[in-house]
């Protein structure tokens, strides 16, 4: 296979940002060639009529099916706020039941769809189980596993009435004390433990019928010691054997210090690509967008990628653009 056709199979397993109320040529050329997705940030959205209008020019330019997501948990990690309900943290609604949590997530849900989104890339499922962790705390229901595995499935079913969920961050960034946007955060637990506190919320998740798992750059030693899980056979194999999941899995941004510093961008895509992740998110430049795509195609050509591993990605994210993914 020539390169150039290795990058036309490959391109379809991003998902890319750009900075600006306005799409570059870049990102228009890049999303008329192919790439499956663009996730939109407070950079990018100010009314709800003038997302929608961006959503609308965005998906006119796409051959096909195009996913826009964005990060809309509530709380502090809120990218649309003027003319849409502020909704409170996951860890304010904690104390609520099921029911209310159902009910919240089809409301945040509808207002996300309204927008014009497909995905909204919540919620957050990670357990808050360290009190010094910088990037989770709020952002998770409970220290509970138990209550982060109920509410986080109650919060998936109201939200996947409206559009796609995305569970978030497996195996779990919720016991780390650093941030894997600025570093590389690594957990010693055993598998036992994982098993008790971790992965019971994903667990919960894929029985509630969500669409999408995000994956972590943190490295687990009973895992795959030294690799972040977004690049980890063993990782996703777990999530794909035990936790049971066959949706979409979608990389946390590769632009993130964690991977951009310790790994590469590109290199750490071929590797995830390779592990079993499907969508990639590379959020900020062009420059690591045409990186990671050269990884990909390079890694098709001479091998280290079967074909059949981007076919199996794209199956999925075809699945996913078919249920969720509007026309213009």
């Given at each position: 296979?020539r390169?150039?056709?290795?990058?036309?199979?490959?391109?379809?397993l991003?998902?890319?940002?750009?900075?600006?109320?306005?799409?570059p040529?870049?990102?228009?050329?890049?999303?008329h060639?192919g790439?499956?997705?663009?996730?939109?940030?407070?950079?990018?959205?100010?009314?709800?009529?003038?997302?929608?209008?961006?959503?609308?020019?965005?998906?006119?330019?796409?051959p096909?099916p195009?996913?826009?997501s964005?990060?809309?948990?509530g709380?502090r990690?809120?990218?649309?706020?003027?003319g849409f309900?502020?909704?409170?943290?996951?860890?304010?609604?904690?104390?609520?039941?099921?029911?209310?949590?159902?009910?919240?997530?089809r409301?945040?849900?509808?207002?996300?769809?309204?927008?014009g989104?497909?995905?909204?890339?919540?919620?957050?499922?990670d357990?808050?189980?360290?009190?010094a962790n910088?990037?989770i705390?709020?952002?998770s229901?409970s220290?509970?596993?138990?209550?982060v595995?109920?509410?986080?499935?109650?919060m998936?079913?109201?939200?996947?009435?409206?559009?796609a969920?995305?569970?978030?961050?497996f195996?779990?960034?919720?016991?780390?004390?650093?941030?894997?946007?600025?570093?590389?955060?690594?957990?010693p637990?055993?598998?036992?433990?994982?098993?008790?506190?971790?992965?019971v919320?994903?667990?919960?998740?894929?029985?509630?019928?969500?669409?999408?798992?995000?994956?972590?750059h943190v490295?687990?030693d009973?895992?795959?010691?030294g690799?972040?899980?977004?690049?980890?056979?063993?990782s996703?194999?777990?999530?794909?054997?035990e936790?049971?999941?066959?949706?979409?899995?979608v990389?946390?941004?590769?632009e993130?210090?964690?991977?951009?510093e310790?790994?590469g961008?590109?290199?750490?895509a071929?590797?995830?690509?390779?592990?079993g992740?499907?969508?990639?998110?590379?959020?900020?430049?062009?420059?690591?967008?045409?990186?990671?795509?050269?990884?990909?195609?390079?890694?098709?050509?001479?091998?280290?990628?079967?074909?059949?591993?981007?076919?199996?990605?794209?199956?999925?994210?075809?699945?996913?653009?078919a249920?969720?993914?509007?026309?213009?």
């Amino acid at each position: 296979m020539r390169a150039s056709e290795a990058e036309d199979l490959v391109r379809p397993l991003l998902w890319i940002g750009f900075d600006g109320k306005i799409p570059p040529p870049e990102t228009a050329k890049l999303i008329h060639q192919g790439v499956s997705g663009v996730i939109l940030f407070v950079r990018n959205v100010g009314t709800r009529d003038e997302t929608r209008a961006l959503i609308k020019e965005l998906k006119s330019i796409a051959p096909g099916p195009l996913l826009l997501s964005v990060d809309q948990e509530g709380g502090r990690v809120t990218r649309r706020t003027e003319g849409f309900e502020r909704f409170p943290s996951l860890r304010e609604i904690g104390a609520k039941s099921a029911a209310e949590v159902r009910a919240i997530g089809r409301r945040l849900g509808a207002q996300v769809r309204d927008a014009g989104f497909d995905i909204d890339l919540a919620p957050v499922v990670d357990v808050d189980s360290n009190p010094a962790n910088p990037v989770i705390g709020e952002r998770s229901f409970s220290r509970d596993p138990a209550v982060v595995a109920e509410l986080g499935a109650a919060m998936i079913a109201g939200l996947e009435e409206e559009l796609a969920a995305c569970a978030k961050h497996f195996p779990g960034h919720g016991d780390t004390d650093k941030d894997s946007h600025y570093d590389l955060p690594r957990l010693p637990h055993a598998l036992d433990r994982l098993r008790a506190c971790e992965l019971v919320p994903f667990k919960a998740a894929v029985r509630a019928g969500v669409s999408c798992v995000m994956t972590t750059h943190v490295v687990f030693d009973a895992l795959d010691p030294g690799v972040a899980a977004t690049m980890s056979a063993p990782s996703i194999s777990l999530l794909r054997g035990e936790v049971g999941f066959d949706g979409v899995c979608v990389s946390d941004c590769l632009e993130m210090k964690a991977i951009s510093e310790h790994f590469g961008s590109g290199k750490a895509a071929a590797r995830a690509v390779a592990a079993g992740v499907d969508a990639l998110l590379v959020c900020h430049t062009h420059e690591a967008q045409h990186e990671v795509i050269d990884a990909l195609a390079a890694a098709v050509v001479d091998g280290r990628i079967p074909e059949s591993r981007i076919h199996e990605a794209r199956g999925r994210l075809a699945r996913l653009a078919a249920r969720h993914a509007r026309g213009v």
